[in-house]
């Protein structure tokens, strides 16, 4: 069974050559690579649309049209989100911080099961080989680990959502 780190460097072997495609397999374990056109991969955006219903009021002395109802049911949202991606982009940022990113495309889990407590939260203090969270692939759990000192600053992504390899996961400030 190859370790975490071992496939991280088979990675970066195969992104820094001209190789396409690789398949290694061992004692039942089988790892497949490829790469895009001259190595570049193009990220997968999900996003959620919410939808809203109109504030209804219960005997309006003036009905508004729909759509102002629906402008002013959105904007406290709207500015909550406008917010927190303010935020997180400067936090993001910031060359301070160290990105602890994934190693390849995935499931990503906060948590070695649902019911556990998550490995970290914002605020804990990680070592150099603290497990922050698990990235699945193909029915495979893959602890990754802190690689640095410090503390967790910021989360930046949601238990159970894809991942793409070199995506940030955390924000950690080295002591």
């Known amino acids: 069974m190859l370790k975490i780190q071992e496939i991280r460097e088979i990675i970066k072997l195969i992104d820094q ?3 396409e495609k690789f398949t ?3 004692e039942g374990t089988k790892i497949k690579l490829e790469k895009g056109m001259n190595g570049l991969q193009q990220p ?3 996003e959620q649309q919410r939808k809203e219903e109109p504030v209804q009021q219960a005997a309006p002395a003036i009905q508004q049209p ?3 109802q629906q402008e002013q049911a959105q904007a406290p949202a709207e500015q909550e989100n406008k917010e ?3 935020t997180t982009s400067n936090a993001a940022d910031d060359p301070s911080l160290h990105k602890i990113t994934s190693p390849m495309v995935g499931t990503f889990y ?3 099961s649902p019911d556990a407590d998550p490995y970290v939260k914002k605020g804990d203090s990680v070592k150099p080989d603290s ?3 698990i990235v699945e692939a193909m029915k495979l759990f ?3 680990e802190a690689e640095v000192s410090g503390e967790i600053v910021e989360i930046l992504v949601e238990d159970g959502q894809l991942v793409e390899y070199g995506q940030p996961l955390f924000l950690v400030k080295q002591k």
Do not use: M, W
């Open 17 to 19: 050559s001209s190789i």
């Open 24 to 26: 290694f397999e061992s």
């Open 44 to 46: 997968v955006h999900v």
């Open 66 to 68: 729909k759509k102002e």
């Open 84 to 86: 927190t991606a303010t």
């Open 110 to 112: 906060q948590a070695s």
């Open 131 to 133: 497990i922050v969270c």
């Open 142 to 144: 893959n602890e990754i």
